[in-house]
């Protein structure tokens, strides 16, 4: 059993192994890949995206279409920890296009962010532009990717499925 009661059975499991990589598949093409006929395919995976199991449906674009490109990763720690400080600058990253991914961690700082940029310069400009909005940054580390060694949005469909069986 899975967040709010939600039941997931091999097929189920199929479905969401088949559609992270292939999200382009034909309902048809699927149907048949897990054994099932359109119809009751289908039903299931209108049913996987009432639950909010399969939330959307995107295309991953070739980074190398648009290079050169720098992807920096930004730790960042926060001037004060109240509640309205992390609430203004959760906010705040939501407006710069820039920021794909912010994270809030625990530990020794606040938030990790994935940041992309065309170039150094374009990342400077970034933080200048970050630190005038008075976003409440206290201080930032930054961490330029020199080489991609593995980029996935896939979950571990049956690793999460086996601790999620062995834990009931």
């Not at 020794?108 to 409440?136: C, E, M, N, S, T």
């Not at 896939?154 to 834990?167: F, G, M, R």
Request: charged share 25%; with cysteine.
């Amino acid at each position: 059993m899975f967040a709010a009661g939600l039941r997931l059975d091999d097929r189920d499991i199929a479905i969401l192994k088949i559609l992270q990589t292939e999200g382009r598949i034909t309902k048809a093409a699927l149907a048949e890949r897990v054994n099932l006929s359109p119809t009751p395919c289908w039903g299931r995976l209108q049913r996987l995206e009432k639950a909010g199991v399969i939330e959307s449906y995107e295309a991953r674009l070739s980074v190398k279409v648009f290079a050169p490109l720098s992807f920096v990763f930004m730790e960042a720690e926060l001037d004060s920890h109240q509640t309205e400080d992390f609430d203004r600058f959760e906010k705040a990253v939501q407006d710069y296009p820039e920021i794909q991914e912010c994270w809030a961690v625990g530990g020794g700082l606040d938030y990790i962010l994935k940041i992309v940029v065309r170039d150094v310069d374009g990342y400077q400009r970034f933080v200048d532009h970050l630190l005038a909005a008075k976003v409440g940054l206290k201080r930032y580390f930054t961490y330029v990717v020199t080489k991609p060694v593995k980029q996935t949005n896939a979950l571990p469909i049956d690793l999460l499925v086996q601790e999620q069986s062995s834990s009931a």
